[in-house]
């Protein structure tokens, strides 16, 4: 690998450091489609993209155990269910790649879902009601204030099914619910070599009522232990390449340290309308970079590729831009009134 | 490789992960003691130098 490659990947490993840490979520699954368009075969495209999700999920799982956000309870029950559906994924995209399907197939269920979420948090951003994103720093709130949604109480009441488990924030739920939860969220993990966090944590707080914060430190919890299953998997087929994960690694440590320390000085929801958006591009990018492939147009999978790179660092820039301007403000502010 | 496997027992790739966990331990604790030793010049570096000394 060149150095301009090392570059790259340090680089794009920071944009999505920064995106991780400022949202909770996303960016990691910017990685994937990224190595497809460089023409990585797709199982090291998508191997690859969840051992850099693992080395971030252990990164994240550290800082939020020392916030005392993560219920292990719940990530043990859930590491089995996860588990067997990432392995499911995982032997689908290598059937696929036996019949020469899984690039394009890949490609096309990035389209949707990069499409359908970005579409849900724009409307969300453009609504303004602030709640279609994750507090990643929420430590002023008591886990008994967290309001259980009522789609988690109607499941609480009727699934009934033994064992129940008793979780944290008092949320008394089936074993059952919760295996079918991982286990949907762990087979789109294997499938697209994402954390799966942008399904899994609504699903968490929506369908096991699950107070927020606690969501997001279970969540990273879990996908150390299957994100790390899922890249061994992969790793013994040879889909792992060490040169693309750890400068990726490198770069998203810091971005994330920035990311999140940005959270405390700009407000989340002004910038969500930018994530949305970036996530739409995205979509649009990997549609025009299958299409290039389709065609065999190198021109349009480098138009792709740019879109994808070039709608993260954007909004990237955004929240770094704003941290500065907003700090500035806050300083010369309390320099005023010491005045 | 398709169909569903039991994970067996691999030195090497169970090398491979083991890096990535220890570079990802090595980074957290190395970028922690970034932040506290360069933390407060990279502030005022970003707020104005000549400001901050007010």
Request: hydrophobic content about 50%; aromatic content about 8%; cysteine-free.
């Amino acid at each position: 690998m060149g150095p301009e490659m090392l570059a790259l990947f340090v680089g794009f490993g920071l944009v999505v450091g920064v995106l991780f840490g400022f949202f909770g979520m996303g960016g990691s699954f910017l990685v994937t489609p990224a190595l497809l368009m460089l023409d990585y075969e797709p199982s090291v495209a998508v191997g690859s993209g969840m051992a850099f999700v693992f080395g971030t999920a252990v990164i994240a799982t550290l800082k939020h155990h020392d916030l005392g956000q993560v219920d292990y309870k719940l990530g043990a029950i859930m590491i089995t269910g996860t588990t067997i559906g990432i392995e499911a994924g995982r032997a689908s995209v290598y059937y696929l790649e036996s019949i020469g399907l899984a690039g394009s197939l890949i490609s096309v269920a990035y389209v949707v879902l990069l499409g359908g979420v970005g579409a849900m948090v724009t409307r969300d951003a453009l609504k303004g009601d602030g709640d279609g994103g994750v507090d990643h720093e929420a430590t002023d709130k008591s886990l008994d204030e967290y309001e259980i949604p009522e789609t988690a109480k109607k499941i609480q009441r009727t699934v009934r099914i033994p064992p129940m488990v008793t979780l944290r924030g008092d949320v008394s739920v089936s074993v059952w619910v919760i295996t079918a939860v991982a286990f949907a969220t762990g087979l789109l993990s294997g499938f697209l070599g994402v954390g799966g966090g942008f399904i899994r944590m609504p699903a968490m707080i929506y369908a096991i009522g699950v107070p927020v914060p606690v969501a997001v430190g279970t969540d990273l919890f879990e996908i150390v232990f299957s994100g790390g299953l899922g890249s061994y998997l992969y790793g013994q087929g040879g889909g792992v390449d060490l040169g693309i994960v750890a400068p990726l690694l490198f770069g998203s440590a810091l971005g994330a340290r920035v990311g999140s320390a940005a959270t405390a000085v700009v407000d989340a929801d002004g910038i969500k309308v930018y994530f949305g958006g970036m996530l739409l591009v995205g979509a649009v990018a990997v549609g025009v970079g299958e299409i290039g492939t389709y065609i065999g147009s190198p021109t349009l999978e480098m138009v792709g590729l740019v879109l994808v790179i070039g709608a993260a660092v954007v909004v990237a820039a955004a929240i770094l831009y704003t941290s500065v301007v907003s700090l500035r403000t806050t300083y010369d502010r309390q320099a005023t009134t010491a005045d | 490789m398709a169909g569903l496997e039991i994970p067996s027992w691999d030195p090497q790739t169970a090398l491979l992960i083991g890096t990535i966990l220890l570079e990802a331990i090595v980074l957290y604790a190395g970028y922690a003691g970034l932040e506290r030793l360069l933390g407060p010049h990279l502030m005022r570096l970003l707020v104005g130098g000549d400001r901050s000394g007010q």
